[in-house]
């Protein structure tokens, strides 16, 4: 791992817990609305901040991009790596007190690049411990955070061969008939854990195997999910621990990136799940 990718990821672990602590007094929605039309909780904005101070200190990191701020922001340093960053991915599960947790893709090309050019991407977990899940030269690791040093639990992570959960976003009535139909048949072969945060449900997915999609929708033919912040870092992820992702019919990772909000359908988990779902949509 280089200097400058693991100094990033420990900058991201080593805010985790002041994230995780400052959670409890930010569950209020203030009056602004991010990028996407979503109501933007206190904690949103936190997390958010501290991550672009931490991040933009760091000479390696060139520009900083959120789900939660309109454009990219440049470093004076111009640094090679371009971060783009879900600050907290499921905050709406704060009222709910379930999990949450952050996302980052680190791109060797200025933003919005394809994920092709990820070079490192990660999450961290709020869960009952606070865990961090890294893809980085083809290997994915996860870590416990303690005291916001990361320490090693899994290495060479990869996607359980027999799938047992899955997990779908969305309304069945809003699912266009092929997804449904997919849908149906994995419902009666699998377990269902759709928890509402895609990290939580992801992390499911690389620990028991199976599925997870936020799909394309009769009212949201993009889907929900945003390209550049949620579906290519975890489709790097998936894909580098032996699973596969498509936006319906190919890897996310060659989706063109044209704008740095833009949503995609996401699909990922075994491979033969999610190849099941490609020859669904075909
Ligand atoms: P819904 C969280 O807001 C998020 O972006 C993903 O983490 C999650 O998978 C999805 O949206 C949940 O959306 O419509 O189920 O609330």
Redesign the pocket.
């Known amino acids: 791992m280089s200097d400058d990718i693991a100094a990033l990821l420990d900058t991201v672990a080593a805010t985790a817990p002041e994230i995780r602590v400052g959670l409890s007094g930010r569950r209020s929605y203030g009056d602004t609305e991010n990028p996407s039309g ?1 109501r933007q909780l206190a904690a949103d904005e936190y997390a958010d901040g501290m991550l672009e101070t931490r991040l933009l200190a760091l000479d390696a990191v060139g520009s900083y991009a959120s789900e939660e701020r309109e454009s990219v922001i440049t470093s004076d340093a111009g640094g090679d790596y371009h971060v783009a960053c ?1 600050p907290l ?4 599960n704060l009222k709910s007190n379930n999990t949450m947790g952050t996302i980052v893709g680190v791109y060797d090309e200025p933003l919005p690049a394809g994920g092709r050019s990820l070079v490192a991407s990660a999450f961290v977990l709020f869960g009952p411990i606070t865990t961090m899940v890294t893809a980085h030269e083809g290997t994915v690791t996860e870590y416990v955070i303690e005291d916001g040093d990361r320490r090693v639990v899994t290495e060479d992570l990869t996607v359980p061969e027999d799938p047992v959960v899955y997990g779908f ?2 309304r069945v009535p809003d699912w266009p008939d092929d997804f449904a139909d997919y849908a149906a048949d994995i419902e009666r072969e699998l377990k269902l854990r ?1 928890g ?4 939580g ?1 992801v992390n499911q997915v690389l620990t028991y195997g199976g599925v997870f999609a ?1 799909p394309a929708l009769d009212s949201a033919p993009d889907g ?3 390209l550049l912040f ?1 579906g290519n870092p975890i489709a790097h992820i998936v894909e580098t621990a032996g699973g596969r992702s498509s936006d319906g019919s190919k890897s996310l990772l060659d989706v063109p990136a044209e704008g740095i909000h833009q949503r995609v359908p996401v699909h990922l988990g075994n491979t033969a799940l999610v190849e099941r779902l490609e020859a669904a949509l075909a």
Do not use: H, T, V
């Open positions: 979503e879900d991915d499921g905050s709406s976003g969305g759709y509402g945060a895609m990290i449900d936020y929900k999910l945003r949620e």
